[in-house]
């Protein structure tokens, strides 16, 4: 295993940078948008939730509350064979280490919640204890999966609040090579079906480069 630590990162455990190239695009979008209530479906080592609890409490005078739903189980792309095999054990270690420093380094003004289930799971708990409209951010990068991708974004436009973002990692993401890629092994098919029925609700305000999707609600 890689411990990636650099200068500005100190202390943290990462062991891959799928997020660093996604910064300066965040990076206007949380100053912009200032979110305090945010839910990460999907967090693995923490670098996404870590990033986003740095530059949230920054941009708060209040305490924000963060909710992550993982199995830390993997995805497919996480098992032998799959491009990105992991002990998944020690991935969830690693993100309780993670989120721990940078709840100190905070002040510990981010409150989060984890909750290890599957995603729908996650979600259903989320809607059934009060949380429809009340979320200012959501971040879906859970499994790439067509039909788990769609049913995490159904279930998070309900969660999300009138003018809140929601953001798609891994767009173009397949483990197949081009030409022989099965769709509903893809992201791609269940992002683009729910824009195309939500999109007198739902408006894209960015498509960036390195395959993330940026949208807005824009009505219940
Ligand atoms: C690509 S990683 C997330 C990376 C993280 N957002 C980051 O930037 O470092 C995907 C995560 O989704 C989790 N996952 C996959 N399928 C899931 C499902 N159906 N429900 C909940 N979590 C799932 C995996 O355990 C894995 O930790």
Redesign the pocket.
């Known amino acids: 295993m890689t411990v990636d630590t650099n200068a500005q990162e100190t202390d943290y455990q ?1 062991t ?1 940078s ?2 660093v190239g ?1 910064i300066p695009v965040w990076q206007q979008i949380l100053d912009r948008n200032k979110p305090k209530k945010i839910l ?10 870590c ?1 986003l609890i740095e530059v949230c409490t920054k941009n708060s005078d209040e305490s924000i509350d963060v909710t992550c ?7 497919i ?2 098992q032998k064979g799959g491009g ?1 095999e ?1 002990s ?1 054990s020690d ?1 969830e270690q690693r ?1 309780d280490h993670n989120i721990a420093l940078v709840q100190s380094r905070v002040a510990h003004r981010a409150k989060v919640r984890k909750l290890k ?6 979600l259903s708990e989320l809607m059934a204890n009060g949380g429809v409209g009340t979320f200012d951010f959501v ?1 879906i ?5 067509a039909p ?1 991708v769609l049913t ?1 974004a159904v279930m998070s436009f309900y969660l999300l609040k009138p003018q809140g973002i929601m953001i798609f ?2 767009y173009l993401w397949s483990m197949d090579r081009p030409g022989f890629q099965d769709v509903l092994k893809m992201p791609k098919p269940a992002i683009d079906a729910f824009m195309n029925i939500f999109q007198r609700k739902m408006v894209v305000f960015s498509g960036a480069p390195i395959g993330q999707l940026y949208c807005r609600k824009i009505s219940d």
């Open positions: 990462f891959n799928w997020f996604n990460e479906i999907g967090s693995f080592e923490g670098r996404s939730t990033f739903i993982d199995t830390w189980q993997g995805g792309e996480h990105a992991a998944m991935v993100f289930k599957l995603s729908y799971e996650g971040y990068d859970g499994s790439h999966q788990d995490d990692d891994d």
